[in-house]
């Protein structure tokens, strides 16, 4: 392996102070350029929404035409290392609208609706997720306002919970309540309007038109208003946010020639949206020239937070929305104030969206808040040249929540660059000093170190080869975060079944198929007394875990259960799915049915009744029980004369629809319908009993409901038990849920004369 060349005295800390490169400006202390002669000008503060860094034509994206924000890139600043405060929706506006980080708020993550909260399935148990941004905190238009600008909130807001509808401001935790004196919510063109109508049937766009923009309109009635007095425009845009659909179909085909061969369709409805976008900005611009405010106009252009990983291609930075490598967090950030921020400039200096209050502040030439302990720093030295960085200032992100929240199984394991697909997300938290990133992972207690002046794609981790640097920069992050009061994700507990896993153990274990060197086994479980002659039940079962993990020992209380009742239990060990190689669910599926037929064509031996074999699994478990009376796959020179198909089913939560509607088809692929026990429901199936829980985010409930109600009507016995409000798996979390799911265990088994 290739030694690493890091030069160790890059990473000292705070070993010296450079001196004359500058001071930071103190907020009070009077904006450069604001003079008797020229006061304080107006503000107009446009915040895009999920737009990466490598989105617009100025920040080098090779596709995208961006002539407006390019344009006003050439007459202002442009920063390449400025931050968004988070990597997510409503803590980043939260931090940007107070100066306060997200773990001081304790606004972390998007607001949700009760009684949404973290899923439970977690090896962390995240905290409750934010409901609101509270009154109490004082906000941008807050300290502007009585400063003496009027002030406007145009847009999303996303800080209160949806009012009646997706996105509607509450008329109580809205802008107009947080110090805004006017403001309109409308979506203008962005897809949000059309919910609840079907796009495709709007007429498409002539060429060259990008459609009327109600919300850029308000935004323009606002300047026209205020053009005799100081104001405060905060413009809130809905793009580049998903759903990515256009009806400039003009625009869309142009991409689609432009984009690289291979690149998804959506790529190019995405492109049309960000050209979009920038048309609207444009409106802005040009309303300023019109009105002959833009020479006393600062203009302030950024995005929430790194641009979405399924369009965006936010390389050569890692990572993207939700996360916080690089491509989550870094993001465009354009200043323009005639006169005082140097035209056609650009600069590499390091700040944060928290900066935005402070700096704000000393533009208007008002002190900041009160009383208020800000994260933020004034940074107006470095938008018009005058100052550089502070080298001893660090840079906070925390993240403490799991990501998706629906179908994390089926998101990648890795965070890449460019994977155009949503990664796995777990509670992280990072540290930026200088070049040097420290990522924190809180499920392994992991750190990772990257210079990213020499690996800007953060693909070297350096934590191993420079472990004191790694120690003193997590020493300062877990000291900041404890000064911030950061919320963080507890250890869970282990579930009851899984304390009861750990107790007990196979009586034998019985190899029934082999790959190469790999040996597919089944542990048995037998009752006191058993005899290889008897003629006993047996329960088989298989474990969960998306068919990509998960071990057979998650079964052993069941198959413990099942031997404590006189019964025979196994629990099986198939093949895990691995995306790229050899093993998909069908092998997954084919090594369960392998296994069933093993015990029959066994049963002499194993002291079992072939008669009498009930299959039953967890999850994707339940998904390949199922599968053993469904679907007619196996593998070659399986006995024709030996059938897999089991005389009773127990499913607990079951992978039960494949269908974009519940999971796996990600993992499936087209063929996911072959492979759906929703849509594969027959007559002369086996009586099924299923456990399930009402608010299961993962395997969706209404597919287990649905499975039934075709079970009963294709004249088979099924049994639904559900847990109203109960989670994934929720039966192996908790000891009473544990022991009924036993007792109606016995109660079904008793009805089948077992």
């Known amino acids: 392996m290739k030694r690493s060349t890091f030069c160790l005295s890059r990473f000292r800390l705070g070993c010296s102070i450079l001196v004359g490169l500058g001071t930071w400006v103190g907020a009070a202390s009077g904006a450069p350029g604001a003079t008797a002669d020229r006061p304080p000008p107006n503000i107009v503060f446009i915040l895009a929404d999920d737009l990466g860094i490598s989105d617009l034509h100025c920040y080098g994206s090779a596709w995208h035409d961006t002539p407006n924000l390019d344009r006003l890139a050439r007459q202002g600043r442009r920063f390449t290392s400025a931050y968004a405060p988070a990597p997510i929706c409503s803590a980043s506006r939260a931090a940007l609208l107070t100066g306060r980080s997200p773990a001081r708020l304790g606004l972390e993550f998007v607001i949700k609706d009760p009684p949404a909260e973290p899923p439970t399935d977690h090896l962390l148990q995240p905290p409750p997720y934010p409901r609101e941004l ?107 946010h998903d759903p990515i659909r256009t009806r400039a179909a003009w625009l869309v085909d142009k991409y689609q020639a432009r984009l690289p061969a291979g690149a998804a369709p959506r790529r190019a409805a995405y492109a049309a949206m960000v050209e979009t976008l920038d048309h609207l900005v444009g409106q802005v611009l040009q309303e300023l020239d019109a009105l002959g405010l ?137 540290l930026r000093s200088g070049d040097q990133v420290l990522l924190h992972f809180w499920e392994t207690g992991a750190d ?69 060197n790999l040996e597919l086994t089944l542990d048995l479980f037998l009752p006191a007394g058993h005899k290889p002659t008897d003629r006993r039940p047996a329960l088989i079962l298989f474990h969960g875990g998306g068919w990509t993990s998960g071990a057979p020992r998650v079964m052993y209380p069941h198959a413990h259960w099942a031997s404590q009742q006189g019964w025979v239990g196994i629990s099986v060990r198939y093949r895990l799915f691995k995306a790229g190689t050899e093993v998909s669910v069908f092998e997954c599926v084919k090594d369960a049915r392998a296994a069933v037929r093993y015990i029959r064509a066994h049963a002499g031996e194993l002291g079992v009744d072939p008669h009498r074999l009930a299959v039953g699994g967890a999850s994707a478990g339940g998904h390949l029980a199922a599968a053993t009376a469904q679907f007619a796959f196996d593998h070659d020179g399986e006995p024709s004369d030996v059938s897999s198909t089991p005389n009773a089913l127990v499913l607990f939560s079951p992978v039960i629809d494949t269908s974009a509607a519940g999971y796996g088809q990600a993992k499936i692929g087209e063929r996911w319908r072959e492979l759906s026990p929703l849509h594969q429901v027959r007559a002369g199936l086996p009586p099924t009993l299923v456990f399930h829980g009402t608010a299961d985010s993962t395997t969706p409930f209404a597919g287990a409901q649905g499975f039934h109600d075709a079970m009963v009507r294709a004249g088979n016995v099924c049994v639904l038990e559900v847990k109203e409000g109960g989670p994934h798996t929720y039966l192996f979390k908790d000891a009473d849920d544990f022991q009924r799911s036993l007792t109606e265990m016995t109660r079904f088994f008793a009805t089948l004369g077992w």
């Open 448 to 516: 990772e170190l990257y210079d990213t002046a020499r690996d800007p794609s953060q693909q070297v981790d350096l934590a191993l080869t420079h472990p004191e640097v790694a120690r003193q920069l997590r020493t300062r992050l877990d000291a900041s975060l404890k000064e911030q009061g950061a919320r963080s994700a507890q250890v869970v507990q282990p579930n009851y079944a899984s304390r009861l896993a750990a107790k007990v153990g196979p009586t034998r274990t019985v190899v029934y198929r082999r790959f190469g």
């Open 294 to 430: 833009s020479e006393n106009t600062l203009v302030v252009f950024t995005s929430d937070n790194g641009g979405h990983p399924v369009f965006a291609a936010n390389g050569p930075s890692r990572g993207s929305k939700w996360n916080l490598y690089e491509g989550g967090i870094r993001v465009p950030w354009i200043v323009r104030w005639p006169g005082v921020i140097p035209a056609g400039t650009e600069s590499g200096a390091r700040f944060i969206g928290t900066d935005l209050l402070p700096t704000l502040c000393a533009v208007a030439n008002t002190p900041p808040p009160g009383g208020v302990t800000l994260d933020g720093e004034n940074v107006l030295p470095l938008w018009t040249g005058a100052g550089v960085e502070r080298p001893d200032r660090s840079l906070i992100w925390h993240f403490p929540y799991y990501h998706p929240e629906v179908k994390y199984g089926e998101a990648l394991g890795k965070i890449g660059v460019n994977d155009f697909a949503i990664s796995q997300t777990r509670p992280h938290s990072v």
């Open 134 to 240: 509270p009154l109490s905190e004082v906000t941008l238009a807050e300290v502007l306002g009585p400063a003496g600008y009027a002030t406007g909130y145009f847009g999303k807001w996303h800080l209160n919970p949806h009012a009646g509808a997706y996105l509607k401001w509450s008329n109580t935790l809205g802008p107009l309540q947080q110090g805004y004196a006017e403001g309109d919510e409308t979506f203008g063109s962005h897809p949000y309007s059309e919910r609840g109508a079907a796009s495709e049937s709007r007429p498409a766009l002539a060429p060259g038109e990008y459609g009327r923009d109600t919300l850029t309109e308000k935004a323009v009635e606002f300047l026209r208003a205020h053009r005799h007095e100081r104001f405060f425009l905060h413009l809130s845009h809905y793009y580049v």
